[in-house]
């Protein structure tokens, strides 16, 4: 698929959202993570933000690693992304914008509600190259993950 032109601004990290209940993860992903019960946001590469409500906690869900780190609690989700999204270390390893630039450059600005996906999934022996990416609905990809990797 040839590159396609996009504007020079850069195409973005990740997506805040009005918080929603964590079932649009599906139930395994709730069940996981009972006390983070609200989605406030995800990454360009379909990493989850959620929050606990009570203490304002926040972790960051790596569907294709089947695994969450928390980064505590924040008064706000704007704190939250100066805190966490916004650092220099954050965007490199989680966000990773040079990789998100280049396959934005081969697939274009992401739709509403969508992620870069790498197709198969690692886990499933696909690789993390930019030319495997797609892109998809970030609800179906974190609910397909959990599924195929039996949670």
Known sequence: MPAIDLPAAEP??????????????GPAW?????EHSEVVGYSSLGHVFMRKPASREYLVLHPLKGAA???GSYR?????????????????????PDHVRVVARRLGPLAEESVYIPTPYPFLGGSDAPDSYEQGNVWV????????SGL
Request: aromatic share 14%; glycine share 4%; hydrophobic share 50%.
């Open 12 to 25: 973005p990290l990740y997506q805040l959202i009005q918080p929603r209940s964590a079932q649009v993860l």
């Open 30 to 34: 709730a069940r996981s993570f009972p």
């Open 69 to 71: 780190k928390s980064y």
């Open 141 to 148: 990809f974190v609910q397909t993950v959990a599924r195929l």
């Open 76 to 96: 706000s989700l704007a704190a939250f992304e100066r805190g966490v999204l916004q650092d220099p270390g954050f965007a490199a390893f989680v966000l990773r």
